[in-house]
């Protein structure tokens, strides 16, 4: 599940990690501030501004226009 710049509180969307994790899906954070799904669940954290980080894996992904 890719988590792109919230802060994981507003309902309904913040049961959302749960529900993922229940099934087995891993959990990536995309934000520039650390936010409670930083560090409530095994989540990858990766502390940039979203228009950089979606760059830079379409990039690695080779996913460029």
Do not use: W
């Not at 501030?33 to 894996?57: G, R």
């Amino acid at each position: 599940l890719l988590m792109i710049g919230t802060s994981g509180m507003v309902h309904p969307v913040s049961e959302f990690p749960e529900i993922a994790l229940r099934h087995g899906t891993r959990l990536v954070e995309i934000n520039p501030e650390v936010s409670v799904l930083s560090k409530a669940y095994d989540t990858v954290h990766i502390q940039a501004p979203s228009d950089e980080a979606l760059e830079k894996i379409c990039s690695e992904l080779g996913l460029t226009g």
